[in-house]
């Protein structure tokens, strides 16, 4: 990391750590230190996208031209001040990064009461505007390509505690999923869990990536690289768990999901009748050629070219 990021991970995981204290004086510190971690990140942001730019004329609050060698022309920094919340957005926009500094519109209003008066709010309402600002961290790391699971560790996984946060972590997690060709609805339709920490924040590194099977999946909240079998099986078990019990619980009866035969993990779905991880399927059509009756589904992953039930299987045996 660069002295900026480094100075910005410091900054916010000490407004992290003041934010969560009982102790109603650190709220105020909580907003000074996340305040200036989230501009120090914007900033890295910057000098990592154009790093042939000169860092000094990125980060100034004001340029100015300036007659340069040759009858050339020179835009150069105008005094000392770099940008600030109040130009960051326009600089962004202006360089084509895309970045929304409204989520800390709330957050700026009471840090600038702070700094110049007293702010007129509550604890809970100054808490509540800090946690409101927390997806602007999630969207400058994802700019910066680092993942904030590492680099704050867990500070992370106590912002991700905020509702603000978290549903914008999903929505960008979830569209780098959306290309993805599942074999099994069931799958296309869950959220996807991560088979180290549960968090459903599951991310693929290439969102144009259609191929289930070449999926790369990491955690966005533990950091952790994941396979995409493990994914799907643990995702499996949390999307029909229920419906496993109530089978169990009032019927006694096995499913809807069971072990595969070809790939061995728990991830073929009667209803489905096919793996949601390897794409296995019955050779037959699961009924009976006699009777047409339906055999049951662990029949059918006992012997996949089955094509009678229990009873006409008897008979045959018997005959033979």
Not at 162 to 169: D, V
Not at 197 to 216: G, I, R
């Amino acid at each position: 990391m660069n002295a900026l990021l480094d100075n910005a991970v410091a900054s916010i995981r000490i407004g992290v750590q003041d934010y969560r204290s009982p102790d109603d004086h650190r709220h105020l510190s909580a907003v000074r230190n996340y305040y200036a971690g989230i501009l120090l990140l914007a900033k890295a942001v910057l000098v990592r996208r154009f790093p042939n730019e000169d860092p000094d004329l990125l980060l100034a609050a004001k340029l100015r031209p300036q007659a340069g060698p040759n009858g050339t022309v020179e835009i150069v920094p105008e005094g000392q001040t770099t940008i600030d919340f109040q130009t960051i957005g326009r600089r962004f926009r202006d360089l084509g990064i895309a970045f929304d500094p409204a989520l800390l519109a709330g957050l700026n209003k009471i840090r600038n009461d702070i700094e110049h008066r007293f702010s007129p709010l509550g604890r809970a309402a100054i808490v509540e505007a800090i946690a409101k600002g927390f997806p602007a961290a999630g969207q400058l790391f994802r700019l910066l390509d680092e993942d904030p699971a590492i680099l704050l560790g867990e500070e992370w996984n106590d912002m991700l505690q905020s509702r603000e946060l978290f549903a914008a972590e999903l929505a960008a997690c979830q569209r780098t999923l959306e290309a993805i060709d599942w074999r099994s609805g069931t799958i296309s339709d869950a959220k996807l869990v991560c088979s180290e920490c549960e968090s459903n924040l599951v991310q693929q590194a290439d969102p144009e990536n259609t191929v289930q099977d070449d999926a790369e999946l990491s955690c966005r909240a533990c950091g952790a690289g994941l396979d995409v079998g493990d994914v799907i099986e643990r995702s499996i078990d949390d999307a029909l768990g229920a419906e496993a019990y109530l089978r169990a619980k009032d019927a006694g009866e096995d499913g809807p999901y069971y072990p595969c035969p070809d790939c061995g993990k728990d991830t073929f779905i009667d209803f489905e009748a096919l793996c949601a991880n390897c794409g296995f399927t019955y050779a037959s059509e699961g009924r009976c050629a006699i009777c047409h009756t339906t055999i049951p589904v662990a029949d059918m992953l006992d012997d996949p070219d089955r094509t009678l039930c229990a009873y006409h299987q008897h008979l045959m045996e018997k005959d033979d």
